[in-house]
Nanobody, 125 residues
Framework: QVQLVESGGGLVQAGGSLRLSCAAS????????MGWFRRAPGKEREFVAA????????YYADSVKGRFTISRDNAKKTVYLQMNSLQPEDTAVYYC??????????????????WGQGTQVTVSS
């Protein structure tokens, strides 16, 4: 059973930075994809970024490209989301997710098998 635990959310002013962490456990990750999604109040869950564990290939939503960076630490089994130049529209609950079924990165949340509990990010203007 895979478990994902997010941390690092909080309140930050516009233009600031936060780093989210997702600690994964329950298996050895190899040919898997780890993703970050977010859900803002009244909106659908939205893809943010993803990384392929074995190759560290990454993919970003256009809305965060150039501001957010996803990475992973194999020894710690942890995925990070470094968020810079945060804007009020980035306010959302951020979720870490694991896709253990595919070899390619998907932006579809239904492709992901396991989810964390989420961490709140609030950006004030």
């Amino acid at each position: 059973q895979v478990q994902l635990v997010e941390s690092g959310g909080g309140l930050v002013q516009a233009g600031g930075s936060l780093r989210l962490s997702c600690a994964a456990s329950g298996r050895t990750f190899s040919n898997d994809v780890m993703g970050w999604f977010r859900r803002a109040p009244g909106k659908e869950r939205e893809f943010v970024a993803a990384i392929k564990w074995s190759t560290t290939r990454t993919y970003y939503a256009d809305s965060v490209k150039g501001r957010f960076t996803i990475s992973r630490d194999n020894a710690k089994k942890t995925v990070y989301l470094q968020m810079n130049s945060l804007q009020p529209e980035d306010t959302a609950v951020y979720y870490c997710a694991a896709d253990l079924s595919r070899a390619i990165i998907s932006t579809n949340p239904q492709a992901y098998d396991y989810w964390g509990q989420g961490t709140q990010v609030t950006v004030s203007s």
